[in-house]
């Protein structure tokens, strides 16, 4: 799990800080979602030390780099990870949810699930490359 206060530097971010905001949304979860939400953080901010973290919709942390990567959802019994970017490359097929959504499509992970690391930093590198080109929408045109 990460180190640091509220506020402080996330490992690996090259000085982009932690939202003590995302800090209490996660501290709130059970302790199994806890592990998920600080890994798929984690695996953000490793995916470009640029990454920055926000609240959106009230409550919902959400990754952002020249646009939205990701956002967290906890549920009942799993975690969803939004993935804002419908076409993107998922070659390990970590998405398992919203296959031909319009704007996004998630991943769900369950209490036990592995999280492959590797696909995931692919996928959100892939979405910061498309954010980067102006978008998903406009390479999409």
Known sequence: MPRGGAGSIY???????RDPRVDDYIAGLPEWQQVICHEIRGLAHAADP??????????Q???????????LLSTKDHV????????????KGVINQGHGN????AIQIFRGDHINSDAVIALFRGV??????????????
Do not use: H
Not at 102 to 105: G, I, L, S
């Open 50 to 59: 640029a990454v920055q973290e926000t609240i959106k919709r009230s409550v």
């Open 61 to 71: 942390p959400y990754f952002v780099l020249d646009g939205n990567i990701c956002a």
């Open 102 to 105: 319009a704007t996004a499509r």
């Open 11 to 17: 490992p690996g971010s090259m000085g982009a800080p």
């Open 128 to 141: 910061i490359a498309n954010n980067r080109a102006g978008g998903w929408r406009r390479l999409a045109r």
């Open 80 to 91: 969803n990870v939004f993935i804002y970017d419908p076409t993107v490359s998922d070659p």
